[in-house]
């Protein structure tokens, strides 16, 4: 919050229902929704993925495989 303007703070809480948890995965399941994967990183390098995220160099998805 900064003390130079107003700002107000609110939540915001999803309602899922059936139908377009059904719609969604239709589209995953067809190939017509994909997650944009950046990297890849071993457990061992969990590390270097912490390290690129918080310098901003990624774009997509950090997958970290166990």
């Known amino acids: 919050m900064s003390p130079f303007g107003s700002q ?3 939540t915001f809480i999803s309602k899922e229902n059936y139908e377009d948890m ?3 995965s239709e589209l995953i399941e ?3 929704v994909v997650p944009a994967v950046g990297r890849h990183y071993s457990l061992a ?3 270097d993925a912490l390290r690129d995220l ?3 160099s990624t774009c997509g998805k950090l997958v970290i495989e166990v």
């Open 8 to 10: 107000r703070l609110t």
């Open 54 to 56: 918080a310098a901003g």
């Open 22 to 24: 059904e719609a969604l």
């Open 30 to 32: 067809s190939g017509d």
């Open 45 to 47: 390098n969990t590390a």
